[in-house]
């Protein structure tokens, strides 16, 4: 059964570093495109980064371009998302998925979610 876990949210001050992890199961691992989506209360699920499987091309949104970065280690089947200089604008629920297909910027193209890390920023 294919899922997705993820873990490493929690509270932070501005400036501060955050690591989450999504680890998979089943063989969705390499299945073309996986990526981190954040949302926030009232507002659309946004793409965060994403990460090719077959070349490990990433993507980042210019909101976290030069703080995130998203890697994988495939001896462990899981997928990070590595936060780096975290603004209060950060503070979101974050995603991992996998399966992304089509055009990988959207959330309905990926089959399938984790249940979401919380990452809180005070300022």
């Known amino acids: 059964q294919e899922k997705l876990e993820e873990s490493g949210g929690g509270s932070v001050t501005t400036g501060g570093s955050r690591r989450l992890s999504c680890t998979t199961s089943g063989d969705i691992y390499d299945k073309n495109c996986m990526g981190w989506f954040r949302q926030v209360p009232g507002k659309e699920r946004e793409v965060v980064a994403t990460i090719y499987t077959v070349d490990d091309t990433q993507w980042y949104d210019d909101s976290v371009k030069g703080r995130f970065i998203i890697s994988r280690d495939s001896a462990k089947h899981t997928v990070y998302l590595s936060m780096n200089d975290l603004k209060p604008e950060d503070t979101a629920v974050y995603y991992c998925?996998?399966?992304?297909?089509?055009?990988?910027?959207?959330?309905?193209?990926?089959?399938?979610w984790g249940q979401g890390t919380q990452v809180t920023v005070s300022s």
């Open positions: 998925a996998a399966g992304g297909a089509g055009y990988v910027l959207r959330p309905e193209n990926y089959p399938y």
